[in-house]
Structures are given as structure tokens and as C-alpha cells.
């Protein structure tokens, strides 16, 4: 079973410059692969010299090299690469439908460098005199060393094929990914399992989960799971300021130091709510998954990212604007965000299944209206925004804790029903064999010849170039 870590890594001054340097033209090459795509798809298009043609997908970067970016001889060439190839599997989860195609990276915002089993290397010392061990970081070659860099290990880890050196607002960290051998039933067979249970008994081994802004998840058993005032009280302090300093930003000049240092201080304020977010997220789903009670963890199923789109703009037939509520719609989306509904759920479901559990989702209509007690339906029993009382048996209970039980209700109902759970979604990985290595990067069967810079070419100046065997260039 995959098992990730990430762990705060603390580099000197010197090593932050050269780590920079590497994000830098790592990020160089990807973004360049993404530039040479975008033309060529561009040009096949208008030329029908190209009819039938793809654009090329390889994984060379050699062309990128020239007098105006020597800097990228200062950086050893497997980060070059590793840009080349990070270009290539985001391109294939493009064809496997995971996600759209490849974009141009930011230098705002979080920064990390893939960095191979070539460049580092895993040390743990021993303090002879205090017996304290600590754990170091090796990166770098012989031509361009970097040193070794400690960081602080919370849980047991084993050497990775590949890492990733992150730098968010100043703090740097080190991630990756390993099997832990351990076996890990699918959610299929967890789902066969629990329908072998009778329904009562599997009503008392489930909980259900309603996800709301004044509660962010009330569970079925009557525990809610909340911010600390405290914690409401810094985020909503920290929202000021980063207001201000957005006020600041706008008024300061492009390019110029001022406004690089305005970003970074937001940049900053932001870090205190996105670490309480992550904290809450894991905090909740601990304590749901560790309950010994809980097989079942069922969650409503809400489109979080279509709840969070922007507003679309309404204009008359004269061209005017009208009001399309984006000014309500945005409080609701940034309440939302705050709320932290995606990672719990996230979180609960991989945790579920190394526990032998199943976390799955079921349909979120009407869960508010429905009856706990008798189950009638009818948009009168949600008396208010908190309070539930039935029209029909007079049952009256918290709005949050009814649905959440409706919910616990309809996942028993999916199990006994034998629909199967659904299955998690497909990630690329680096296969065991076969991957990326120090001599070469791994090459794909099915290439063609294609020019991608002019229909005037000369023949001598084709490149081999990978292309899936079906898709057509769009």
C-alpha cells in the first residue's frame, strides 16, 4: 500500500538559492514543453501539410539549451529532464481523462522540484555525546553539490524512488511516497463484506456526515465537528489583513520590489488558515475512521468545485451588465472553502480503507426535507436554518443531525442494494520497472516523424516524435 510523507526540511541561506535555482529551471523546461505543444497544435491546425499528424509528445529538451539560457548548464541536467517528464505524465493523464492539458506554471504561490534517486540520498546520525538522532537530507552531485539539509521526521518513513522540495511562503518541505507492504482490500470487497451484515447491525456500525457552513460536519451519532472559537477569531483577524495588504498590492507597482514583498506578506497570512484547514480535516477524519464502532462513513454527495465556480456574467441586449449575485455567491464560496468539506471527505476515504472501512457518498436532494423518524417528505419540516420539525409525526430535532441521519440511512440502503462503491480515483505512478534512471529517459513505442516548426522544412530536419496511436490533434 502507497503511504506518503511530508516532512518541514530547514536549508541554510545558500542551499535556499540553489534549491530556487533548480525550481526555477525545472519549471523552465515544463513550461517551454508547454509552449513548443501549444505551437505545434497551433500550426498543424492551419497547415494541411499536417493533415493526419500529432503533435509531438516526447521528452527531449536539448533545443531549449542555447546562448541566451547558458544559466541551464548550472543546474544538473536530470532536473532538466525530470521538467521534460513531468510534462509527459501530465500530458498522460490528459489522454486518460484525469485532467486537461498541461499549463504554464506560476512563480507565485507554492514551488516544488521533482528530484530523482540520482541527486539525494537519505542519512540518519547519531549525536555521540547526547545519543540524539537526527535525520539529513543529501542533495546534490560532485559538480553540484547542495549539502546536507535536516528536517524533522514525525512517523516512519522508508527511502523513496523520487522526492519533492517544496517551498510555500518561506517554509520549505520535503515529500514523497513509498509501499509499506501492508495489504489493503479494495472498496469492492469492503462493500461485499458489509452487505453480508443484516441492516440493523449495519445501521449501528454506520455514520453518516452532513457538511454545512454554520457546522462544517455534523455526524449522525449527534458529535459536531467545528473550528475553536479561537481559531475562528485569528482566521477572521488574518482575513482583515489580507485584505489590507491586497489594498496594498493593487496601488504598488509591477515588477517592482514593494509589490513582490506586499505578495510574499499575503502569501504569509494565508499560511495560518490553510494550516488550520488541513488540521481540522485530519483531526475529523481521525476521529471517525478510529472510532472501533464505525465500518461505514457515508458522506452526501456535493459538488463542491460546481458550488464554487464564479458567477457567470449577465449582460442585456444592449451589452449592459446586469446583477448576477456574484457579490452574495462569493461569500457563500469563500464560507465554503473555509468549511474544509473536500479534504474531510478525502481524507476519510483513504484513511477508511487502511482501516478496513469504506467511506462513500450518497445523493443530497432532499436530505434536509426528509423525516428521520417516519420519513416524510415536505420543504415545511425545515422549519428554519437549525431547527427540523416534521409535519406529519411532530418529530423535531437539529436540521444538521436529521440529515446527517437520512444520510447514515440511504449508505445502508446503497450496501444492502448491492450497488458496489465507487472506485477511487486513477493516479499515474512511476512503474518499478522501467523508470525514469540516470542513463535515459523512458521512451514510449508508437513515435512518427513530424515538423513542428515549418511547413518548408527540410526532410533532415524531422525528429522522432511520440504520438498515442488514436488521438486526433486538437
Known amino acids: 500500500m502507497q503511504t506518503g510523507f511530508r516532512f518541514r526540511c530547514h536549508p541554510t541561506a545558500a542551499q535556499a538559492q540553489i534549491l530556487l535555482r533548480w525550481i526555477g529551471c525545472q519549471r523552465f523546461i515544463y513550461n517551454a514543453k508547454?509552449?513548443?505543444?501549444?505551437?505545434?497544435?497551433?500550426?498543424?491546425?492551419?497547415?494541411?501539410?499536417?493533415?493526419?499528424?500529432?503533435?509531438?509528445?516526447?521528452?527531449?529538451?536539448?533545443?531549449?539549451?542555447?546562448?541566451?539560457?547558458?544559466?541551464?548548464?548550472?543546474?544538473?541536467?536530470?532536473?532538466?529532464?525530470?521538467?521534460?517528464?513531468?510534462?509527459?505524465?501530465?500530458?498522460?493523464?490528459?489522454?486518460?481523462k484525469l485532467a486537461g492539458r498541461p499549463t504554464l506554471q506560476r512563480k507565485s504561490g507554492a514551488q516544488s522540484v521533482w528530484i530523482t534517486s540520482e541527486l539525494f540520498r537519505f542519512d540518519v546520525v547519531t549525536d555521540a555525546a547526547t545519543g540524539e538522532v537526527t535525520h539529513h537530507l543529501a542533495l546534490g552531485t560532485k559538480k553540484f553539490p547542495v549539502g546536507a539539509i535536516p528536517f524533522k521526521v514525525s512517523g516512519a518513513f522508508k527511502a523513496p524512488a523520487s522526492i519533492h522540495v517544496t517551498v510555500e511562503a518561506g517554509h520549505w518541505f520535503v515529500s514523497g511516497s513509498f509501499d509499506d507492504d501492508a495489504v489493503q482490500p479494495t472498496p469492492d470487497e469492503t462493500a461485499d463484506w458489509l452487505a453480508t451484515f443484516g441492516r440493523e447491525d449495519l445501521r449501528e456500525r454506520t455514520v453518516g456526515i452532513d457538511r454545512g457552513v454554520a457546522i462544517p460536519a455534523m455526524a449522525s451519532t449527534g458529535q459536531a465537528f467545528d473550528f475553536t472559537e479561537a481559531q475562528k477569531a485569528r482566521m477572521d483577524k488574518k482575513a482583515a489583513s489580507i485584505r489590507r495588504w491586497q489594498r496594498k498590492l493593487a496601488r504598488r507597482v509591477k515588477g517592482g520590489s514593494n509589490r513582490r514583498k506586499a505578495a510574499k506578506r499575503i502569501e504569509a497570512l494565508h499560511q495560518y488558515s490553510k494550516a488550520v484547514r488541513q488540521d481540522f480535516a485530519h483531526q475529523t477524519s481521525h476521529t471517525l475512521v478510529s472510532d472501533p464502532g464505525t465500518l461505514l462513513i457515508v458522506f452526501e454527495d456535493l459538488g463542491v468545485q460546481r458550488m464554487t465556480r464564479r458567477a457567470r456574467v449577465k449582460q442585456d441586449a444592449q451589452g449592459r451588465f446586469l446583477r448576477n449575485g456574484a457579490a452574495a455567491k462569493s461569500s457563500l464560496t469563500a464560507a465554503i472553502l473555509r468549511s474544509a468539506w473536500g479534504r474531510v471527505k478525502a481524507f476519510s476515504t483513504y484513511k477508511a480503507l487502511r482501516a478496513g472501512k469504506l467511506c462513500l457518498h450518497v445523493p443530497a436532494h432532499h436530505t434536509s426535507q426528509d423525516c428521520a423518524a417516519c420519513g416524510h417528505r415536505h420543504p415545511d419540516n425545515r422549519a428554519t436554518q437549525a431547527l427540523f420539525l416534521c409535519q406529519r409525526c411532530g418529530h423535531q430535532d437539529n436540521a444538521d443531525h436529521n440529515a446527517a441521519r437520512i444520510i447514515a440511512q440511504r449508505g445502508v440502503d446503497r450496501i444492502l442494494s448491492g450497488i458496489q462503491a465507487e472506485a477511487p480515483r486513477r493516479v499515474m505512478r512511476l512503474r518499478a520497472k522501467g523508470r525514469v534512471g540516470a542513463e535515459r529517459s523512458e521512451v514510449t513505442p508508437g513515435e512518427i516523424a513530424v515538423r513542428p516548426y515549418s511547413a518548408n522544412a527540410p526532410h533532415g530536419s524531422d525528429r522522432s516524435q511520440e504520438t498515442p496511436a488514436t488521438t486526433p490533434c486538437v
Open 34 to 96: 508547454v509552449r513548443e505543444d501549444r505551437y505545434f497544435r497551433t500550426f498543424a491546425r492551419k497547415s494541411l501539410q499536417h493533415v493526419g499528424q500529432y503533435a509531438p509528445q516526447d521528452q527531449q529538451y536539448a533545443q531549449f539549451i542555447g546562448e541566451d539560457t547558458a544559466w541551464l548548464r548550472e543546474v544538473p541536467s536530470v532536473l532538466l529532464r525530470n521538467g521534460a517528464v513531468r510534462w509527459k505524465q501530465a500530458y498522460g493523464r490528459f489522454f486518460k
